[in-house]
């Protein structure tokens, strides 16, 4: 499962791919605009949740030291405990700001996985299925936006910001399903910015035109597809002119606001994962690296929480505030948690798929919920009595409005399930 370039692939699209068609008078421009704007199959399906914000903790947060301490045992390890905004619910110290909002929240203590290694696991709780080598199936992001159709979206609906090492991905629906990847929110985004005034890109596509008609007359055989070539590029000059661009861009926004979830890279692709949502995007990605602790544990995830803690409550709020909250499903995950007890010599914790904490939040979720427990004295849970990453995946499309027992037809003529669990029903009563 490889890193690719990433419905909709950036493959370096910008004002100056689409105008390196003149110039060049060949068409090697068209694939990346087609993959980034390809039209889901599927009309948008009644639902109470309209999009889903993934905040993705790459390499395996610790449950001890976030949402499941056993706070006076020897699997704490010395982490302590504080109170939250649900009776008799503890976090670990560090996370102070999301436990005064925890009665948003929806905690997950017994989640299970089969996959214990990073690039296995990873793609299990995004795609919902362990690796298969006959197929690859796609992230849950890329089946949103092949079910769920948005035809005032005129920018890229499946986000990753600050993409990790295994970004989501399209699998058999192809790699225009791939998320759009993009960096720090209140950096220059090279791939969107404009380069040329209005008057001269006018006058470039007045020359383009006569290129695509040479091209759609002597290349393309049928009426489909000379159909197809021109709505692709149509598509693309609207995108490039959108309005919904701005939600990218942090920079013109007040200070307070750029920082409503921290100051930090991680804070403000939360941010404009917020403002992306509000225009439409159905899934967007915001990753934070850094939590495979096989050595240090305890320092790392401290030094990890001052950037991850006020950036969930922050968005919980900024989500509120902008009435955006109900339509929204928050989760927050990386791809197992951590062995309950510390690696001798090295401070360390393990990977742990065995019973650790995803927690969720919006779109209708219960609030202020905690499903399942971890045992104090750090045994695993069996997959049979946990909460399977498989199961999350069916209560979010169910949340979404998506029948999550129905097959698709891969591009081999293969039926294909868009998920294996079955929805978690006390989250959806």
């Known amino acids: 499962m490889s890193d690719h370039q990433a419905c909709g692939s950036n493959a370096h699209f910008n004002r100056r791919t689409?105008?390196?068609?003149?110039?060049?008078?060949?068409?090697?421009?068209?694939?990346?605009?087609?993959?980034?704007?390809?039209?889901?199959?599927?009309?948008?399906?009644?639902?109470?949740?309209?999009?889903?914000?993934?905040?993705?903790?790459q390499g395996g947060p610790?449950?001890?030291?976030?949402?499941?301490?056993?706070?006076?045992?020897?699997?704490?390890?010395?982490t302590k405990s504080i109170k939250t905004a649900i009776k008799d619910v503890w976090f670990a110290e560090g996370m102070e700001q999301t436990?005064?909002?925890a009665d948003s929240l929806t905690i997950i203590r017994n989640a299970v996985s089969r996959e214990g290694d990073h690039e296995r696991a990873v793609y299990n709780i995004k795609t919902g299925f362990r690796p298969d080598p006959s197929l690859r199936h796609p992230a849950i992001g890329s089946v949103l936006c092949h079910q769920l159709a948005n035809s005032n979206v005129e920018i890229p609906r499946h986000i990753s910001i600050l993409p990790s090492q295994w970004s989501a991905r399209g699998g058999y629906l192809g790699n225009e399903f791939d998320a759009f990847r993009t960096g720090d929110p209140l950096q220059r985004q090279g791939d969107l910015d404009k380069r040329v005034s209005d008057e001269r890109f006018d006058r470039r596509l007045d020359s383009l035109s006569v290129v695509d008609t040479a091209f759609a007359n002597g290349r393309l055989g049928s009426?489909?597809?000379?159909?197809?070539?021109?709505?692709?590029?149509?598509?693309?000059?609207?995108?490039?002119?959108s309005e919904q661009l701005q939600a990218?861009?942090?920079?013109?926004?007040?200070k307070a606001e750029q920082d409503a979830c921290g100051d930090t890279e991680f804070g403000r692709g939360c941010v404009a994962a917020a403002r992306l949502v509000e225009v439409g995007v159905r899934c967007v990605e915001v990753t934070l690296s850094g939590?495979?602790?096989?050595?240090?544990?305890?320092?790392?995830?401290?030094?990890?929480?001052k950037t991850l803690d006020p950036a969930i409550a922050g968005l919980i709020r900024y989500l509120k505030a902008r009435s955006l909250f109900e339509e929204t499903i928050?989760?927050?995950?990386?791809?197992?948690?951590r062995t309950p007890l510390?690696?001798?010599?090295?401070?360390?914790?393990?990977?742990?798929?065995?019973?650790?904490?995803?927690?969720?939040?919006?779109g209708g979720l219960p609030a202020g919920h905690v499903l399942g427990e971890t045992d104090p004295d750090g045994s695993p849970i069996k997959f049979s009595e946990g909460t399977p990453v498989e199961d999350i995946h069916a209560t979010i499309l169910h949340r979404m409005g998506i029948d999550y027992q129905r097959e698709l037809e891969t591009p081999v003529g293969r039926p294909a399930k868009i998920c294996e669990g079955t929805a978690i029903s006390e989250l959806i009563s």
Do not use: C, Y
């Open 18 to 57: 689409l105008l390196k068609a003149i110039g060049a008078g060949g068409i090697s421009w068209l694939t990346p605009i087609a993959e980034l704007l390809a039209t889901p199959t599927e009309a948008v399906r009644p639902g109470r949740a309209q999009s889903l914000i993934l905040l993705w903790l």
């Open 62 to 78: 610790s449950q001890l030291e976030t949402f499941d301490p056993h706070a006076d045992t020897k699997i704490a390890a010395g």
């Open 99 to 101: 436990a005064d909002i």
């Open 223 to 241: 009426l489909a597809e000379k159909t197809s070539h021109r709505t692709t590029i149509d598509r693309a000059v609207r995108m490039m002119s």
């Open 248 to 254: 990218f861009d942090l920079k013109s926004l007040p």
């Open 291 to 305: 939590w495979d602790t096989h050595a240090n544990n305890h320092d790392f995830h401290t030094a990890k929480k």
């Open 330 to 337: 928050v989760v927050v995950a990386g791809e197992f948690g």
């Open 342 to 362: 510390v690696t001798p010599g090295t401070g360390g914790r393990e990977h742990w798929p065995h019973g650790f904490s995803v927690v969720m939040a919006g």
